[in-house]
């Protein structure tokens, strides 16, 4: 099954746990961009348990953030030198705690929006999309990181209000745990701090 298979038959099931979130392939950076705010807000306003919120926000992120991408990019000859398996479960509990973090930070809702704003090129082929939550004390600045596969955009980094790169941080964070313990002590510390997140 394709991506816009997937996204096509997935739509009836969200629509009863997201309301109406646009589920379609993004064909363009911006697409991509508000199908996951789309999501996010509906997850946000969602009376329901952590464990169901994050299944609910998986859906849509599974097809909008390319976890692959990022979690080879943030460990680097790391992931090279590791075994398929080893690769496969890093991936996996990279993926868990992605999304357990989206749910844990956007867990409530209180009028917030999004906007879309302007999109540019960015460097080796990338996009780049801007947007703002808008509160009701302030309006936060976000910066997404757009690359093209299979004819549609992934999100693969994400800068905040500063201009921080969230791939750069984790990138970081991941350096020294790996030196600690390699990729099977990485893969344990991004299971068990979704499992934290996802318990509340």
């Known amino acids: 099954m394709n991506r816009r298979q997937f996204i096509a038959a997935l739509g009836a099931g969200m629509a009863t746990a997201l309301g109406n979130v646009p589920l379609h392939a993004a064909a363009t ?27 609910v926000l998986a859906s849509v992120m599974d097809n909008t953030f390319d976890f692959q991408v990022m979690i080879k990019t943030a460990t680097g000859r790391y992931w090279r030198d590791s075994a398929d398996a080893e690769r496969s479960s890093l991936l996996a509990a990279f993926r868990k705690s992605s999304i357990a973090s989206y749910v844990a930070q956007f867990s409530s809702f209180s009028d917030e929006s999004f906007s879309t704003g302007t999109t540019r090129d960015g460097p080796a082929g990338t996009r780049i999309v801007e947007a703002l939550l808008v509160t009701a004390s302030r309006s936060v600045k976000f910066v997404y990181v757009l690359r093209q596969r299979e004819q549609t955009w992934w999100i693969i980094d994400v ?18 745990t790996l030196k600690d313990g390699g990729v099977q002590k990485l893969t344990k510390a991004l299971s068990d701090q979704a499992e934290r997140l996802i318990r509340g």
């Open 159 to 176: 800068l905040l209000d500063a201009g921080i790169s969230q791939l750069a941080v984790r990138t970081a964070e991941f350096g020294r």
């Open 29 to 55: 950076p911006s697409a991509t961009v508000e199908i996951f705010h789309s999501a996010l807000l509906e997850s946000m306003k969602a009376a329901a348990p952590t464990q169901r919120r994050f299944e």
